[in-house]
């Protein structure tokens, strides 16, 4: 069996897909340099998984964190520029002073060691992510240490707290508290020359790819040098009523650039909770899409929800993609459960919460 790219796994994102589920499907229907899109990218699965296999790969994702872990696999720099860069940002680091208000919050001081803070805000201060390809692949292994089951692990900076969300303020201090869990003192800058040298003990893959931050419904203007050549949609949009990426993930957002405490509905990821509302944003987002298509493109899209069934999921894609002027046809369609890491994720939902459905439609 093929050893799992260790890209892959620098941080987790919600309602990820396996990259056994795109490999699949880029295998079964692209051939080597053929463009393949997600515009929905997340942790950059369909990106990183169609270059390892050969593929051109594009996507955006209106989520900061979705878009920096996108682009560093995207366009990963090479282990020694990350090094270099590493080394340079901690010399510097050293005579660091900060007054952030976070040195004086009960959250970050019971989240962080003073010290760890100091680094990680000194970070935050200087990586230049949405520019550099060096310090956006830096951000993104800073992302996957940020928060952790530090009792277990070394290799992540925060107290205890789950990896895959960040749980919210007054919670996780009265959480700590009640279980006397204090900071650990963890070197930001170690932490991160180990999670470098470990991630690229994979090879580069040889082609690079193009994501953007911004929204699906401009995709066709983001990506437009794409226009008409994209043979393979591999996608996962938000489901109804699942949750909120931005507060889910407010932690990691903070890092790069965002509030200090989550606020609920900042997000532009259009979480419906309304059933037209939800199938007019498809529609819209089908819309950005469509340009980019060349004749005959598949589109493969997993889809859950805690209020749609298969018939209704499948009749709403239709119907959303059949709003783009252009005509698709179910070819294929299966149903997954969910797997435990993600199960918790939907776990106030109702039965058909469980399930996710994978769908394969051609431009007829
Ligand atoms: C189900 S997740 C995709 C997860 C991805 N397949 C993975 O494996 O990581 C849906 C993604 O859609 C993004 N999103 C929501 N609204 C969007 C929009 N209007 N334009 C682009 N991306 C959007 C969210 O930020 C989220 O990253």
């Keep these: 069996m093929m050893e799992r790219h260790r890209f892959h796994s620098i941080c987790p994102y919600f309602a990820m897909f396996p990259e056994a589920f795109v490999r699949r499907n880029v295998l079964a229907w692209s051939k080597r340099d053929d463009v393949v899109l997600d515009p ?3 942790r950059g699965t369909t990106i990183f998984e169609s270059l390892v296999n050969g ?13 920096c872990l996108s682009k560093a696999k995207a366009d990963p720099p090479k282990l020694k520029s990350v090094m270099v ?14 007054k952030a208000p976070e040195t004086k919050d009960e959250f970050f001081s019971y989240c962080f060691h ?6 990680l805000l000194f970070l935050m201060k200087r990586l230049e992510w949405r520019t550099s390809n060096v310090d956006c692949f830096i951000a993104a292994l800073a992302l996957g240490c940020l928060h952790g089951e530090s009792h277990r692990t070394e290799a992540c900076f925060s107290n205890r ?11 996780s201090v009265r959480w700590w508290q009640k279980n006397e869990c ?5 070197d930001v800058f170690a932490i991160l020359n180990t999670a470098a040298q470990y991630r690229y003990v994979s090879p580069l893959p040889s082609l690079k790819g193009k ?3 911004g929204d699906v419904r401009k995709a066709s203007s983001m990506l437009r040098s794409y226009k008409e050549k994209v043979k393979l949609v591999i996608t996962s949009p938000p489901y109804l009523d699942i949750t909120d990426y931005h507060e889910d993930q407010w932690l990691r957002l903070w890092f790069l650039g965002g509030p200090m405490k989550p606020i609920s509905g900042q997000g532009k990821d259009d979480r419906h909770r309304i059933v037209e509302g939800y199938w007019q944003f498809l529609s819209e987002a089908w819309q950005g899409v469509a ?6 493109a598949q589109v493969v899209i997993r889809i859950g929800g805690t209020r749609l069934g298969a018939d209704e999921l499948r009749a709403g894609l239709l119907a959303s993609l059949d709003s783009t002027g252009y005509r698709f046809k179910l070819q294929e369609y299966k149903q997954s459960d969910i797997k435990n890491g993600q199960k918790r994720i939907f776990s106030s939902g109702p039965s058909k919460a469980g399930t996710e459905h994978d769908f394969r439609f051609q431009m007829a």
Excluded: W
């Design 40 to 42: 929905f990218s997340g």
């Design 114 to 119: 003073e010290e760890t803070l100091r680094q």
């Design 211 to 213: 994501v953007v931050e």
């Design 55 to 67: 593929r051109v790969a594009i996507g955006c994702d209106t989520n900061p964190v979705a878009a």
């Design 161 to 171: 707290m789950p990896r895959t969300i960040s749980t919210k303020p007054a919670y």
């Design 182 to 186: 204090l900071p650990p003192k963890r």
């Design 291 to 296: 340009p980019l298509l060349q004749d005959s």
């Design 85 to 98: 860069r590493l080394a340079e940002l901690e010399k510097q680091s050293i005579r660091f002073k900060s």
